[in-house]
């Protein structure tokens, strides 16, 4: 346990408290981005049904991502044109690596 003292606003009332060494070296929280779509789960791209430069719909299929024998079709969350498809098919990816990218 870190034996310093940190300053703690909660609802306009300041504490002074201690922190566990797990909770000062935490990973923070980052707001997603919409524009960034990343692989959920790693597996294989079995299909790409847009190109860079295209306008999308929400909900228009983007690709599919084949995972655990599961082919999972990815679509799009938001409106808008692909700036670059970072993956082709049959490529294996990880889990969170960058797929497509909206401008």
């Known amino acids: 346990m870190n034996n310093d003292l940190y300053d703690l606003n909660i609802d306009d009332t300041y504490y002074e408290t201690k922190l566990t060494k797990k909770f000062v070296t935490r990973k ?8 960034l779509i ?4 790693p ?6 049904y847009v ?11 983007l690709l599919v991502l084949e995972a ?3 082919k999972n079709l990815i679509k799009s969350g ?5 700036l670059k498809i970072h993956v082709e098919i049959n490529k294996t ?10 401008e």
């Open 51 to 61: 190109k860079p430069g295209q306008l999308v719909e929400i909900g228009q299929d």
């Open 28 to 35: 923070r929280y980052v707001p997603q981005n919409h524009k």
């Open 38 to 41: 990343n692989a959920f789960i």
């Open 68 to 70: 655990m024998k599961m």
């Open 78 to 82: 938001i409106q808008g044109k692909i």
């Open 43 to 48: 597996g294989t791209i079995r299909e790409i």
């Open 93 to 102: 990816v990880a889990k969170n690596e960058l797929l497509i990218e909206y």
